[in-house]
């Protein structure tokens, strides 16, 4: 088959350099492609042989050399069935045995050291000897298959060095190590990868799902969002229709009353009109009588005469008391009015608005699909009334949107602390008859304060407290595992986050931190304190609720645990998962042993 490639450009045409199709022969006995001579011979005036230049006579009658075309057909047949044996392309591994131009080998034997053709391997093929050599895929760099001390084939894996070694090393530098052939060391780290393989096909297709979960959710949200958009538009549309409708009936009440004017002035005018035609008729008769000089005539008429000073006393009495309302008719105008009313209903639309946006910028899905679906059932095609009073601060915000209900828990409980039977007041101090010791509960000296039963470890969460029966007090959280047996309050060094109040004949001041390192500077005592948690910002916010007014808050809170690569491998490995998000317990405490003292978790009550 090599040899074949030495004659290739037999079977290719010189004129287009291409295997022949359709060749003809010459009488000067070279052949081309049929199209190619014929042409070649149309381009030039010249008939003669694009090769030896020999000139014909005429063009001669050419036809197709049908065995050579065999001999063609044959030889592209046998490239095609010895695809294997073609030349080596950059990149690829040539055999070692051909000459130049060298095939592309087929099969590298680890025991000659040597990549073959499939000529070249076919010794290796038939001879008993040589078919016990190792043939892989071919590769290139045999000299890294070499020990370069000893000059011999590496065989051997060593475990304790993590190395390839031949047999030479084994019996010198390596003799005390444990070493496995290369095959067993290979097919082990297999069994090894194949089992990483497997756990990363599962994170893979549990992250796949969290990606389908992920866009299904955005695409439901975005629906969701742009049904609701419409259902916005739709309310809008229906106050513009509603004050359009409104615009409408105040245009019509002032058409009506400038009508009704207008007709009560036509009923004057005509009156009017009636009573100038009147006096004129009356007028022209008496200039015809002072126009007389028929003094007998005169007197004659001057009782028909005596009519007209009634008749004019008459019409001065009437004619005045149409101007007045002419002129209130003219005069009149609702512009001020129109202007007035629209105004405080522009400024209070605006502010329903400005709290609206608020109150949606803030909710962060607080809504609950009940009120939805209420606020759909209340919606008619009129636009109807408020039914829902927007929050004015953002504590009422925090309020309406986050509020928990929270209950002591009596486990572990102090022996000097007493927990009412609904959970929601602690006192310091014995003898109170509604006051229960849980009597089933372990009782400690050791931890000064009660946690609340719920934990948190993820959203927002606010309750509030009522400290104002107290003298000294705790409020926050502490962050799970919480060390019962320490004989303080909990520090941001224990995963505490406290808020204190300390008011006695001495001192009265409020703190951040049990440990008293941040004073604050307060205007007044605050009597009920709300506490607001955002789990995934890390933030605590505590609040005065009386005076509405922010106390302290603590950021950057590292509630979520950072696990380390490591860690997590090993938790991987041994089948476990490691909760970097531990739960947040509210936490209640005194600082002083005063039996009046006493904190209450109140309801939270959504204020307007």
Known sequence: MASSFLYEEQFLCSICLDAFTEPVTTPCGHNYCKSCITGYWASTDLIQCPLCKKKFHKRPQLQVNTEFRDMVEHFNNMRVRGGDDILAKPGEVPCDICLEPKLKAQKTCLVCLASYCQTHLEPHQRVTNLKKHQLIDPVSNLEDRVCKKHDKTLEFFCNFDQKCICSMCLKEEHATHEAVALEQASRERKAGVDYVMSEIKVMENSKSRSIKEIKYTVEQSKRRSEKEIADISEVFTALVVSLQRGQAELIEVIQEKQRAAQEEAEDQLTQLEQEVAELRRRRSEMEQLLQSEDHLCFLQSWPSLSHIEGLFERLSRSSPAFTPDLTAISQQSYVGTVKKTVAQME?????????????????????????????????????????????????????????????????????????????????????????????????????????????????????????????????????????????????????????????????????????????????????????????????????????????????????????PTMTAFLYFMTGTTFNNRPKLHPVFGFFEEDPNNMLEITPVACET
């Not at 009120?371 to 504590?395: G, S």
């Open 347 to 563: 400024k209070t639309l605006s502010n329903e608005m400005e709290m609206l946006i608020h109150e949606v910028r803030l909710s962060d899905g607080c809504e609950a699909a009940e009120q939805r679906d209420a606020a759909e059932e209340l919606m008619t095609d009129e636009f109807v009334e408020e039914v829902w009073t927007p929050p004015q601060d953002k504590l009422m915000m925090i309020q309406q949107c986050y509020a928990v209900d929270v209950t002591l828990d009596t486990n572990m409980l102090h022996s000097k602390f007493m927990v009412s039977k609904d959970g929601k007041q602690l006192r310091y101090g014995e003898g109170l008859l509604f006051f229960f010791s849980n009597l089933l509960g372990a009782r400690s000296e050791n931890q000064p304060f009660v946690l609340g039963k719920e934990g948190f470890s993820s959203g927002k969460f606010y309750y509030q407290v009522r400290v104002s029966g107290s003298k000294s007090w705790v409020l926050g959280v502490v962050k799970e595992p919480v060390n019962r047996k320490k004989r303080s309050i909990p520090t941001l060094e224990d995963g505490g986050w406290t808020l204190c109040g300390l008011y006695n004949d001495f001192q009265e001041e409020c703190f951040a931190n049990s440990d008293r390192s941040s004073l604050l500077n307060l205007k007044q005592r605050p009597q009920t304190v709300g506490v607001f948690v955002d789990y995934d910002k890390g933030e605590i916010s505590f609040f005065d609720v009386d005076a509405r007014t922010l106390i302290y808050s603590y950021t950057q809170c590292a509630f979520i645990q950072n696990v």
